[in-house]
């Protein structure tokens, strides 16, 4: 699953240049209302398009909206909220499963800041429950659960050798934490020589039985989105502590000179804000301008994210409110960034 869903994300994340289509609906389970939020989004990103391509051209680019809004069965059959990719080379459909504003937005890249926040929060786990017979290993996320494998456990060694191929074959590479339910001695002997350091030191439930695992799961996801709230205020308290050592930023002019410099280990940005205008990608310089002027101005909060993401940095999202003082964008900058920034300030002083 997790795999599954970096892959979708991953192309549009890293998505750039040449016109970018990106509109987000409101699943409110009424299908004229999102057919009626689709053309809406297809006039605006006509308006945006008339400048920028012959009508030709853009005929062409909205043809794949234009049919999906004649025909609009296949979004009644999405059960959340709806992103909606298009560059001139592919179009994608997705079920996007956290809170999105409706909108369109024509720009040089993606507008990826709620698939950030899908990343974010919609965690995936694995859940090993084990009953007086059996094993059974459930892979799922805040939606969906599924049953991966499960084994009988007439000899315990058989059932570690399984257990250990099912956790390198679905989650080394992820780090998907493993949640045990069950017999606390059979699950001690099961994971005991698995070898793997994402596994919950508690168990979710001292019992299990296959018909119990729904209960489980509420219990479960309760306790990830616990840990997503967790590491909000971990990576808020991870700035307060980089303010003191001068390894933070809060200006977002000097952010962005410190993302293009590649500086930046972990960025902290609002989903409930945009600032439209330009980032000059060489030297940091902003053009912010008080709305959105044509198909090449971008929300910067969300093209600064898409940068440290390309870097290898981190990007955690936030409501305004979780923000210290309601700022729209925070900045850590890693060690040698800190240093090197200080030295470029001091040389500028003694010029």
Partial sequence: MLSSKNTTLKPLLESEDGIHLTAYLVNRGNIHDLELQLRTAVIEAAEWLASAVSPEDRERFLEPLNNLAKDARILGQMKGNIGLFRTFEMFRILNVPVEVEPLCHVATSFHVKPLLRWLQTDREFLLLGIDKQAAYLYMGNQEHLRLVDSIWLPVIADASVWLRTWIQRLANTANIKLFVAGDKVAIEGLVSDLRYSHVAKTPIASSFSPQDVGD?????????????????????????????????????????KAVVQGKVRKLIVTDELSIFGKIDRKSGGLAIHPFDLDHEDDDILDDLAQIVLSQGGEVVIAKRNEIPKGRPILAILDDEGSALEKRAELQQRFE
């Fill in 216 to 256: 489980i799961c509420l219990s479960l996801r309760k306790v990830l989105a616990d840990e997503a709230k967790k590491d909000l205020d971990k990576a808020l308290l991870e700035f307060r502590f980089a303010e003191e050592g001068n390894r933070a930023r809060k200006n977002i002019f000097k952010i962005a």
